[in-house]
Nanobody, 123 residues
Framework: QVQLVESGGGLVQAGGSLRLSCAAS????????MGWFRQAPGKEREFVAAITWTGGSTYYADSVKGRFTISRDKTKSTVYVQMSSLKPGDTALYYC????????????????WGQGTQVTVSS
């Protein structure tokens, strides 16, 4: 059974940094795309960043480009997103997800989801 477990969320001041982790287990993830999404209260879940497990290609939403960096450690089966220059608008519940397709930017493409980790950025 596939499990994605997020950690690393918390409360941070604007301009600060956080690193989220997603521990993946239950199957080999070769050929998968691993993504991070976020959902703020009253808003739809939106794409943040994605990385291909095998080749390490990365993709970012325009809103986080230059501030967030996604990476993966195959030996630990873990995906990370390093978030810097955080803004109050980054406040959301952040989810890790795994997709067998290449459509990394849409929630519909993802087969497995974690429970989320809360990130709150104070002004």
């Amino acid at each position: 059974q596939v499990q994605l477990v997020e950690s690393g969320g918390g409360l941070v001041q604007a301009g600060g940094s956080l690193r989220l982790s997603c521990a993946a287990s239950g199957r080999p993830f070769w050929g998968y795309t691993m993504g991070w999404f976020r959902q703020a209260p009253g808003k739809e879940r939106e794409f943040v960043a994605a990385i291909t497990w095998t080749g390490g290609s990365t993709y970012y939403a325009d809103s986080v480009k230059g501030r967030f960096t996604i990476s993966r450690d195959k030996t630990k089966s873990t995906v990370y997103v390093q978030m810097s220059s955080l803004k109050p608008g980054d406040t959301a519940l952040y989810y890790c997800a795994a997709s067998r397709t290449g459509a990394y930017y849409t929630t519909a493409a993802y087969d497995y989801w974690g429970q989320g980790t809360q990130v709150t950025v104070s002004s």
